[in-house]
């Protein structure tokens, strides 16, 4: 067999040079060997890395020292994380017990950007949550000062029977800064978490964050993934159903403007017989941008009964937006309730009609019927302060239109 | 002679080609109730619509003039703010609007228009409760999304109450009977006839003469293939009735 060898970029070279730096030298021939996934690798059809990836900044300092959050949330208990670096933080909330590990986080998978946090990650925050955790955890992770390549991991287990709300903000100086965030999740049995990612970087920013979740018997999960901020940016959620009646409401947001590209990758595994998820994904975009959603529902042979319905709506305020919808259904057991669909187009022009025949401005109408379209996401986050922070960053993104 | 509140001037609407108005003359001086009877089918609904502003017409002739005011060229929003209020004849469901939040919305838009401030909460409250008093409508209704999951019945007694909140001085009711039984119709009426004052306008297109026994008109017109073809007093209602359309228009009963 010959090899062709791949002709490598400047990103990909200045990623092979960073990491020989960090010591991870089979992974530093690995991509020498293979390069930055192209649309012929499916899992980045249309994110097409080679393209997207044009330069790669040094390795952030790990210096830095950040006390500002780009998303306030009132009541939050905040952790930070400013250049890979675990900030220092107040005494813990009851039933919180934090930790550091070295390290990745992530369970081994043939995904370039897994690889990649592992291979850069160093400092790991861990939390250890029991019981009913009140206050909501924030994570709060920065990329400060000039342009950076950080990476960042979080390992957090929630033990059984508990709750917690965890939301995750990324967000750095106006600078070109690559991210690589990470965060393993494990949902013990019978507990509920909610756990939310709220993007926020700056416009000329690359950033890719990878949450994986474990989830127990009778385990609740509702995630939400926002993109709302970077140039390109993928942000990829692994559940892995492996306890009998463990639900999950996966969900997430593309919010592209002008000149943006945002990609939610889903790769969900039903492992055992009896459960379900509802993922539930939708992108609004305008001007020139693009938005992907690829969803891949995997049911193991042994899971019967799984119940799994995908949904994927877009919503496109310009002619020059694309959203990209690719589900993809892996189904090897026999009895089982799964399925797909989705929706793409421009707000009803009779729902507008209606509105704008009662006085209501066609602006402001419009402006209705985007928050109509966002509702199913956000209404079912039941912290007053935390539903108020997201419906913020929503209706920023809005006004900014 | 006092401007009349509305006047449509020998209006030719088009859809797809197709002359779907054609010619109407039509006069609705202020305070009076005016009723349209037309078969299904001849216009009436893309009346209201042209009337309202929807933009799926081709107006190629004639005038539409709202207390003196030619409102052909003005935004629907701008029609409605100006006191123009179509009820619809299907009234249709929008997820995720909250009603109140809808209603309130409108209502500030009546009030920007008229140059006053947003208006508190309790004096919304106040307003709301208070236009669907007389409409039975009950508080669950108005926690859903705007007309999602409402009844026929609920749907057309949220329009009324809808009028009743923003106050026109022009009400376009389309076919507000059907879909209604007799206790929700005289439900209706009632909320319709408190809204008669001596200055608001209206314009009650049916089908159904019964309606009219009900909300009694002072000029009945009657509507067929596209215009007016007779107008007289409330007893043309019965007319047409005991007749049939095929007695005005020549064609044969639908
Ligand atoms: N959007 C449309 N496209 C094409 N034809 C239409 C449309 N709306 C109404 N029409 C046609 O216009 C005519 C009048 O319809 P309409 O105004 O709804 O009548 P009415 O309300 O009196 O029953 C009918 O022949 C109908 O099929
Ligand atoms: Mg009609």
């Known amino acids: ?401 | 002679m006092t401007t009349p509140m509305l006047e449509i001037r020998d209006l030719h609407v088009r859809i797809e080609e197709r002359e779907i108005l054609k010619g109407v003359n039509l006069v609705v001086p202020k305070g009076e109730v005016h009723a349209i009877m037309g078969r299904n089918g001849s216009g009436k609904s893309t009346l209201s619509y042209v009337l309202a502003g929807k933009d799926d017409y081709e107006i190629t002739s004639g005038e539409v003039l709202l207390d003196g005011q030619n409102i052909l060229e003005m935004e629907p929003s701008e029609r409605a703010v100006a006191g123009l209020f179509l009820a619809f004849q299907y009234p249709i469901e929008i997820p995720g609007v909250a009603t109140m939040t809808f209603l309130k919305a409108a209502l500030n838009a009546t009030r920007k228009a008229k140059g006053e401030g947003e208006i508190s909460t309790p004096d919304f409250m106040r307003a709301v409760k208070e236009a669907g008093a007389s409409l039975n409508i009950d508080s669950t209704m108005l926690k859903r999304a705007l007309n999602v999951g409402f009844s026929g019945g609920e749907k057309k007694r949220a329009e009324i109450l809808q009028m009743a909140l923003l106050k026109p001085k022009m009400c376009v009711l389309d076919e507000t009977d059907s879909g209604l039984d007799i206790d929700a119709l005289q439900v209706v009426s009632k909320g319709v006839n408190a809204l008669r004052d001596g200055t608001r306008s209206m314009l009650v297109i049916t089908h159904y003469q019964r309606l009219l026994n009900h909300i009694v008109p002072d000029v009945v017109h009657v509507f067929s293939d596209g215009k007016v073809v007779e107008s007289g007093t409330k007893e043309l209602a019965l007319e047409l009735e005991a007749k049939g359309y095929a007695g005005f228009d020549g064609e044969k009963a639908a």
């Open chain 1, 1 to 401: 067999m010959s090899v062709i060898p791949v002709r490598l970029g400047p990103a990909e070279t200045k990623l092979i040079e960073q990491l020989q730096a960090v010591g991870a030298s089979a992974e530093a021939e690995r991509l020498a060997a293979v390069g930055l996934p192209t649309r012929r690798v499916e899992a980045y059809h249309y994110t097409d890395l080679k393209l997207l990836l044009r330069a790669v900044p040094e390795l952030a300092e790990g210096s830095a020292v950040t006390d500002g959050s780009a998303l306030a949330i009132a009541g939050a208990f905040r952790f930070g994380i400013a250049n890979g670096r675990v900030q220092a933080h107040g005494a813990a909330p009851a039933g919180v017990i934090v930790g550091h590990t070295k390290g990745g986080v992530l369970t081994t998978r043939d995904d370039v950007v897994t690889r990649l946090n592992g291979a850069f990650a160093a400092d790991a925050l861990t939390l250890d949550l029991t019981g009913a955790v009140a206050p909501v955890i924030q994570i709060d992770r920065r990329v400060e000062g000039r342009a950076g390549h950080s990476t960042s991991s979080a390992r957090i287990f929630v033990g059984d029977g508990g709750s917690a709300v965890i939301v995750e903000v990324y967000s750095g100086s106006d600078e070109a800064h690559l991210t690589n965030h990470s965060t393993f999740l494990q949902v013990g049995k019978g507990a509920t978490v909610t756990h939310i990612t709220v993007n926020l970087m700056s416009a000329k920013a690359t950033h890719f964050a990878t949450s994986e979740y474990l989830l127990g018997e009778d385990a609740k999960l509702r995630t939400l993934v926002i993109n709302a901020g970077a140039a390109v940016s993928r942000t990829q959620v692994f559940p892995r159903f492996a306890g009998a009646r463990a639900h999950a409401d996966v969900t997430g947001l593309n919010l592209v403007s002008d000149g943006q590209h945002a990609d939610i990758t889903m790769d969900a595994l039903h492992a055992v017989p009896h459960t379900s998820s509802k993922p539930l994904f939708k992108s609004i975009a305008r001007g020139r941008s693009k938005a992907v959603v690829q969803g891949r529902l995997v049911v193991a042979r042994d899971a019967q009964k799984t119940d799994a319905k995908l949904m994927s709506q877009g919503l496109m305020l310009s002619d020059e937006a694309e959203i990209l919808v690719k589900p993809e259904l892996e189904i090897y057991a026999d009895d089982v309730v799964c399925g797909h669909g989705s929706t793409c187009g421009q707000l009803d022009d009779d729902h507008l009609f209606y509105l704008v025949s009662r006085g209501i401005s066609k602006p402001e109408a419009e402006t209705m019927l985007v928050r109509a379209f966002l509702a199913e996401l956000i209404d079912p986050i039941e912290d007053e302060a935390l539903n108020a922070a997201l419906t913020g960053v929503i209706e920023g993104w809005l006004a900014k239109g």
